[in-house]
Each structure stands twice: as structure tokens, then as C-alpha cells.
């Protein structure tokens, strides 16, 4: 398996943008999770999907922030409007229930 | 707050020397988990230990689990220049009905520097 794919790898855009952040998970996990990282506060869980089905979504920061899981094998990060503030790096994660296995992350500026 | 939280927040040693990382947590678990991200990678998963172990191995990585303490500690032996990275625990903590939510809570991480 090719392991948990994001796209794009970086992308830089400007501030008021829409941003969309893309993941293909891992086939066969049930559990997909959308985590952003910065130096100052860390890994955070923004939201995490059950059988495409959202589970928990108090971690998305504000009404700027959707996510969209319409399949198994596909969801979807949007930020409208983007403010530097987002600026981060942003993992899809996929799990079968235990062990969680990230993607290389997608790494956002926002100027 | 974090759930789970690690100590030191950076650690530089020599190469061949062993590495401690420690790790507190506040609520209940079923598992603890220890992850490893080397610069500008996402995370990979090391080690799980459940909530009824106490200790586990795994080449040179030996995971140590005290639930009265809630804490557990991560130590690497006879470090390499290619362990450094930063190391995470995360913690699965049970629903009301004692399974798992399916969620990791991560802690800020251990910046680990071996010098060669």
C-alpha cells in the first residue's frame, strides 16, 4: 500500500483564498483524522471521521475550517477565508483502530 | 492541556549513548503509544503498550508503563546519529463504555539531537 497520500505537498497562497487540503487514506481503515502542527501549540486534532461518518469536530478551529469525507477513500480539508494564521502544517491520518498512520503532511502558508 | 506530556522537551546526546524520554498523562488509557517524526515528515508509529503491561521491547526501544503514575518512559539504547527526531506519546483513552474512542491525544514531543 502506498501509505496515506496528501495533496498538495506545500502550497502558499493569499490571505481571504480558499484553501483545499486533499487525503486518500490507507484502504481498509475505518478511522481518518485531520491533525494540524505549529511550533507554538503542537499536533492538534482538528476533526476525525468513523466509516466516513464525522465523529468529532470540536478541534476545527472556526466556522473557516470543513471537512468532507463523501467516500472511503477520499476527504477533504477547506479553509474559507485563509488568514496567515493557518499557516501550518496540516497531516491526514488514517487508522484500523489502534495504530495511526500519518502522510507526509501538507504545508501551508498563508501571506 | 495535553493529555499527554513529555519530559524533556529536548534531550542532546552522544552517539552510543542510551536515551530516556519520559511521558505524564492525566485521564485513563487503554493503550499508549510512542511515535518518531524526523524533520519535515509526518509521524510513524514506534511502539504500543496496553494499559495491563508494564513493560514492552522492541529492537533497541524498550517502552516502560506505570498506570498508577500515569506515566510511561521511552528509551532508545546505544543511540545513532539517525534517531534523531523528535518523539511523541499519545494516549488512547476509553469511552464510557470502555472501548476506544479510536482517537490518539499527542503530546508537544521530545526533540532528541544524537551527535555522531
Known amino acids: 500500500d502506498a501509505g496515506v497520500i496528501q495533496s498538495p505537498r506545500h502550497e502558499v497562497t493569499e490571505m481571504g483564498q480558499e484553501v483545499t487540503l486533499r487525503c486518500k487514506p490507507i484502504s481498509g481503515h475505518d478511522y481518518l483524522f485531520w491533525y494540524r502542527q505549529t511550533m507554538m501549540r503542537g499536533l492538534e486534532l482538528l476533526i476525525y471521521?468513523?466509516?466516513?461518518?464525522?465523529?468529532?469536530d470540536s478541534g476545527m478551529p472556526e466556522d473557516r475550517f470543513s471537512a468532507k469525507m463523501p467516500n472511503a477513500s477520499f476527504s477533504t480539508l477547506k479553509i474559507q477565508p485563509s488568514e496567515p494564521r493557518d499557516s501550518a502544517v496540516y497531516f491526514c491520518?488514517?487508522?484500523?483502530?489502534?495504530?495511526?498512520?500519518f502522510g507526509e503532511g501538507s504545508w501551508l502558508t498563508v501571506v | 492541556s495535553q493529555q499527554g506530556e513529555e519530559d524533556p522537551q529536548a534531550l542532546s546526546i552522544q552517539e552510543g549513548e542510551n536515551a530516556t524520554m519520559n511521558c505524564s498523562y492525566k485521564t485513563s488509557i487503554n493503550n499508549l503509544q510512542w511515535y518518531r517524526q524526523n524533520s519535515g515528515r509526518g509521524l510513524v508509529h514506534l511502539i504500543l503498550?496496553?494499559?495491563?503491561?508494564r513493560e514492552k521491547h522492541s529492537g533497541r526501544l524498550r517502552v516502560t508503563l506505570d498506570t498508577s503514575k500515569k506515566s510511561s518512559s521511552l528509551l532508545i539504547t546505544a543511540s545513532r546519529a539517525a534517531d534523531t527526531a523528535s518523539y511523541f506519546c499519545?494516549?488512547?483513552?476509553?469511552?464510557?463504555?470502555?472501548?476506544?474512542?479510536?482517537?490518539?491525544?499527542f503530546g508537544q514531543g521530545t526533540i532528541l539531537t544524537v551527535h555522531p
Open positions: 491520518a488514517s487508522s484500523p483502530g489502534t495504530t495511526i498512520y
Open positions: 503498550i496496553r494499559s495491563n503491561e
Open positions: 499519545a494516549t488512547d483513552s476509553p469511552n464510557a463504555g470502555g472501548t476506544s474512542y479510536g482517537k490518539l491525544t
Open positions: 471521521f468513523n466509516n466516513n461518518v464525522p465523529i468529532d
